[in-house]
Structure formats: structure tokens, C-alpha cells
């Protein structure tokens, strides 16, 4: 008798929980740096994604989920403490609705809800600065994002792909950077937002031009905003970045038949 | 009776804009206040009105090798009209509109009336149509209007309704709906709620999975 296999799968709760870890140091050093106003916008935005979860879960009659931690997490860590709480109930709404279950659920769209939140946060309400960092708040993320790329969560090809390719357009355009506010905002963008499965490339050629793509734009739009880049810059890169990325996929599957067709052409000549 | 279902089919049944999904570039475009809507809607019932009775008068004697040609012709003549109309009774309001009004010309909904109904029928149920199509039409420009033109600024045909934060009020207007991907949630909203209502609105999945037994 051969002992039961036990096989370790990611599924998406596997995935959720993960994330969910990886980030509590980050809200810690968010909570330390702006104090119990925070928990404010967590406890609103929880309630907003795991209400709106439920409902759809209700309608289709599908087991409750609890995806949306993740999506508060992200932006209980990045929404200024300042904002009204119905603004951040309504960006929840509508970033977890119209991100995410519309589409079936987390997995089955092509956005991150997180990201489609913050968008219409800064979209919607004039002067919202995302992402207001310290020191703690950049090193807090370092683990999270350790975890992250070792386990493979988040996948390792777009986050250097794009790290070189802001370095690069930095360079070309002869800027120097702030490095904590660099640093929090692209860390934890790039982690728990551009590298997200749900949002990123699938396809390895894909995910490369789509890290090149977040990296480029994240320069593009960093333009003008002085020394640092800020988090809205990443929020927007990544946000059009996932718009492209299926694009991409298919394009990089495509190519990849027409050359196996070719080849096997040619063998068959 | 018959006649009548002409103008009633295509405000919800058969709707141009959220069953056939016809003239979106134009709802999206002037939809961000109610009164540019509201203009736009009748410029576009008229022509449509005007464009379905002569298309359909002459029906019989446009070649059928040059109908689209024709079409197209007397479509754009009932778009001057109503845009020297526009500029000469309402400026201000055809300037807001900018080439709204002449792009009324491609819109897909004129033509496609044209070339559906009025082309092989009647000129009164030609006429009824091309009303009740632009009926259906106006009603969902109206709707988005309002929806984007309150939420966006709080105000419904440039009248405050609500105090603006701006001013001292309340009332905290949401950026986004002045901006076009809003006309696209609200149209996609109001197209799941209608279609929820009338299940035989919704089309045929071009894919479905496939169903399985679950291996042991």
C-alpha cells in the first residue's frame, strides 16, 4: 500500500491567504507611519468587498469567497488616511464590481480590483495622493515581497523587467530619484499590483514585454511628478499595462504557432 | 395596432443602443450633460424621422447598385438641415455638440433603419420606425445624461440640485463621470439590468465549457 499523496495546489484561496500575509507587515508600518486611522479604511473597504462578494455569490449561487481581503488590504495600505470613508466604500464598490466579479470572480477577469479602485479614486476625487511613504513603510514591504517572488506568486520576470526598464528611462532622462518614495511605491506597485496572476501576462515572452510595458510607463507618467514616483504613476502603469497584457499573451501565442506551423512546413517539404 | 408596435418595439424590446448596440460613440460622447443630450436625441429622432419617409418614398426607383450612395446623400442633407437649424436658433448649444450633429451622418443607427425598414416598407411604417428608434435612443442617452450629468456635477440641465462641495455644499462630485469610460459602465449596466429582465435579449456564448465528470 503506497501512503496517501498529499499534493500542494495553489488554489485561490491558497493565493488569497498568501497575499494577505504578505502584506500585514506593510499595513503595520502604514498603521505606525499614520496612526489607527487606518483600521478605518480597512474595516469600511473589508465590509464593501466582502458585501458586494456575497451578493454575487448569493445571485449565482456559488460558495462565499473572501478574495476581497486582498483588494481592501491594498487599499487600506495605499488610499490616504484623509479620504472620507464613503469614498472608499464607493471605489471598493466599484473597483471589486466592475474589476472583478463581473467577469466571474477573481481569475476570471483581467484586472486587479485593487487597481481599478485606486484608479477611480484618483480618477474621482481631486488631489488624492496615493501611497504616502516613510522608511518602515519601504522596508515593511521587502518581506512580503521576498515571500511573493520565492514562492512564485508573483512572478519574477515582469517585476525585473520593470525595475531595469524605470531604471532605464530614469537614466535616459538624467533624473535622480527620492529613494524611499521611489522605493515604497515601486516595491509594493510592483509586487502586489503589476505581478498580480489575475492582472499580469500568462505566457513567459508575454511577461516580459508586459514588465517592460509597466516599467516604460511607470517612467512615462513618473515624468513629471519630480524626484519620486509616485504611486499614482504606478496605479496608471499598471492599470493600462493589464489592459494590454491579453494582447500580449495572445500575440506571443500566436507568433509561437505560425513559427511551429513553419516549421513543421517545412518538414513535411 | 401593428403601427403602433413600430414606435413601442424599440424603446426597451428591441432597443438600438442596448440590444443592437448601435450609436455608442455618440452616446458616449454627448451624454456628459443632460441638455447636449437631450439636443442630440431630437436632432437624431428628426433626421431619422425625415431620412426613414423620403428613403421610403423613393424606395422604388433607387437602383439597388447605388441605394447606400443614396442613402448616405439624403441622409447627410437632413444633417445640414437640422445642424444650420441648431446653430441658428441654439449656438451656444451646437457649439457644445461641436460634430456631434454632423457626425450624425455615420451613424450606424440612421443608416442601418434606412437600410433595414424603410428601404422595403411603407412610408408610414417607415416613419413610425425611424420614431420609435429614435425614442429608444433618446431614452438611453437620457438616462446616461442624467445619471453622469448628476453624479458628475450635481446639477440636472445646468440647475444645481444638490450643493457642490465647490460650493459649501455636500455634495462631492464623482470625477469620473464626466469622463468617457462612465457612459460605457452606465451602458453596460443598464444593458445586464435589461437583459436580466428579458432573458430572450441574451445572445448565444460563442463558447461554453464543456461539462465533465470529475475524475476519481
Given amino acids: 500500500m503506497t501512503p496517501p499523496l498529499v499534493h500542494f495546489r495553489w488554489t485561490p484561496a491558497n493565493v488569497s491567504v498568501t497575499q494577505t500575509a504578505a502584506m500585514l507587515p506593510v499595513l ?4 505606525a507611519a499614520h496612526g489607527p486611522a487606518v483600521l478605518a479604511t480597512l474595516g469600511v473597504a473589508v465590509v464593501a468587498a466582502l458585501a458586494w462578494e456575497g451578493v454575487f455569490a448569493l445571485i449565482r449561487q456559488r460558495p462565499v469567497t473572501a478574495h476581497g481581503l486582498t483588494t481592501a488590504l491594498i487599499i487600506a495600505i495605499m488610499a490616504p488616511v484623509s479620504l472620507p470613508l464613503w469614498q472608499i466604500a464607493v471605489a471598493v ?3 471589486v464590481v466592475l474589476g472583478e466579479l463581473i467577469f466571474g470572480g477573481r481569475g476570471f477577469g483581467f484586472l486587479n480590483a485593487g487597481v481599478a479602485a485606486l484608479a477611480f479614486l484618483v480618477f474621482s476625487f481631486p488631489g488624492v495622493a496615493l501611497l504616502q511613504a516613510n522608511f518602515w513603510v519601504a522596508a515593511a514591504t521587502v518581506p512580503g515581497a521576498v515571500l511573493l517572488l520565492a514562492v512564485g506568486l508573483a512572478p519574477w520576470r515582469p517585476f525585473v523587467v520593470a525595475i531595469l526598464s524605470v531604471a532605464a528611462v530614469k537614466l535616459l532622462s538624467g533624473e535622480a530619484i527620492t529613494l524611499t518614495d521611489t522605493g515604497a511605491a515601486l516595491l509594493f506597485g510592483l509586487v502586489f499590483l503589476a505581478c498580480d496572476p489575475v492582472g499580469g501576462a500568462a505566457t513567459r515572452a508575454g511577461q516580459w514585454l508586459y514588465g517592460a510595458l509597466v516599467g516604460g510607463l511607470i517612467g512615462l507618467f513618473a515624468a513629471d511628478t519630480g524626484p519620486a514616483i ?10 493600462l499595462a493589464s489592459i494590454f497584457a491579453p494582447l500580449l499573451d495572445y500575440l506571443v501565442v500566436e507568433v509561437n504557432v505560425r513559427r511551429r506551423r513553419n516549421r513543421a512546413g517545412r518538414a513535411h517539404v | 395596432m401593428s403601427l403602433i408596435r413600430h414606435v413601442t418595439a424599440p424603446l426597451i424590446d428591441q432597443n438600438p443602443v442596448t440590444l443592437q448596440i448601435l450609436g455608442i460613440c455618440s452616446a458616449l460622447a454627448v451624454t456628459t450633460s443632460l441638455a447636449t443630450a437631450l439636443t442630440m436625441s431630437i436632432a437624431l429622432t428628426v433626421v431619422l424621422v425625415a431620412s426613414a419617409t423620403v428613403i421610403s418614398l423613393i424606395r422604388h426607383h433607387i437602383p439597388s447598385a447605388i441605394r447606400l450612395i443614396v442613402q448616405i446623400t439624403i441622409i447627410a442633407s437632413m444633417v445640414i438641415v437640422i445642424d444650420e437649424v441648431l446653430q441658428a436658433y441654439a449656438f451656444a448649444i451646437s457649439q457644445r455638440l461641436s460634430i456631434f450633429v454632423g457626425l450624425i451622418v455615420t451613424n450606424c443607427l440612421v443608416l442601418g433603419r434606412a437600410e433595414a425598414f424603410a428601404m422595403r416598407n ?3 411604417p417607415s416613419a413610425l420606425d425611424g420614431l420609435g428608434n429614435g425614442l429608444g435612443y433618446s431614452l438611453i442617452l437620457l438616462i446616461v445624461g442624467t445619471i453622469r450629468e448628476f453624479f458628475g ?4 440641465f445646468g440647475q444645481a440640485v444638490v450643493t ?6 455636500w455634495f462631492q462630485p464623482l470625477g469620473l463621470m464626466q469622463l468617457a469610460p462612465s457612459a460605457f459602465f452606465i451602458i453596460g449596466l443598464l444593458v445586464w439590468a435589461i437583459r436580466s429582465l428579458r432573458p430572450d435579449q441574451i445572445e448565444t456564448p460563442e ?7 470529475a475524475r476519481r
Fill in chain 1, 28 to 31: 503595520i508600518a502604514v498603521w
Fill in chain 1, 93 to 95: 464598490s466599484l473597483g
Fill in chain 1, 230 to 239: 509616485t504611486a499614482n504613476a504606478v496605479v496608471f502603469a499598471v492599470l
Fill in chain 2, 122 to 124: 411603407p412610408v408610414l
Fill in chain 2, 153 to 156: 456635477a450635481g446639477t440636472l
Fill in chain 2, 164 to 169: 457642490t462641495v465647490a460650493d459649501g455644499g
Fill in chain 2, 207 to 213: 463558447y461554453t465549457l464543456q461539462q465533465q465528470e
